[in-house]
């Protein structure tokens, strides 16, 4: 049975990582990005990592950064892949592969040509296309992405306010390779709430069992 991957990204603690383990998620992030609510240093990041059990997958997600600060942080804590998540060039995209996701936001004028431009790049290993419209639990139409994800030969991540109670519903439709949750797992910005964390990899797994 085909299985959706999951990432809960903006872990900041070992209580959280252990949690995403425990629930059956994929994989976890840690956010380099200053200005965020779930920001940590490498640093941090590698203390939790250090404590992570076997076959949980890492994610650094960056935003903008130099090349310089993002093999600084991966010297430091060297991650199983990385996403960026900003207005990166096609040459930082390189520099900074492989084992890479490029993050995109959905704009239904200029998804096609995204899509068309990233998957001819060696190094984007995988695509995230954030679908959120504003605010925790409010994501588009996943219809709207729907024939772009069909016609996509890279695998396809999925993200933007998806909660434990909206995530089947993108599953279902989308069929994507993963579904990626921030705020929709969370008590407060950058607080993990365990009990979210496990009913959303739960929902995901109904979903695919459907």
């Not at 592969?97 to 899509?115: E, Q, R, S, Y």
Request: charge should be negative.
């Amino acid at each position: 049975m085909f299985r959706t991957r999951i990432k809960i990204c903006g872990i900041r603690d070992i209580e959280s990582a252990i949690a995403c383990a425990e629930a059956g998620a994929d994989a976890i992030g840690f956010v380099f990005v200053k200005a965020s609510p779930r920001a940590v240093t490498p640093d941090e990041a590698f203390e939790i990592q250090a404590s992570l059990p076997p076959f949980l997958s890492t994610v650094g997600l960056f935003k903008n950064a130099s090349v310089d600060f993002f093999c600084d942080a991966e010297e430091t804590c060297p991650t199983t892949m990385v996403q960026l998540h900003g207005d990166e060039s096609d040459q930082v995209i390189r520099q900074c592969g492989p084992n890479l996701i490029k993050a995109i936001k959905f704009d239904a004028a200029t998804i096609a040509a995204d899509l068309a431009r990233l998957s001819k790049i060696d190094e984007v290993d995988a695509i995230l296309v954030d679908g959120s419209t504003g605010g925790q639990g409010t994501a588009f139409d996943w219809n709207a992405l729907k024939p772009h994800a069909d016609a996509l030969e890279l695998p396809l991540i999925v993200s933007g306010g998806l909660t434990p109670e909206n995530v089947g519903d993108a599953v279902r439709i989308l069929r994507p390779f993963a579904v990626d949750v921030s705020s929709g797992v969370e008590s407060a910005p950058g607080v993990k709430d365990l009990g979210r964390i496990a009913a959303f990899c739960e929902a995901v797994r109904r979903a695919d069992a459907s």
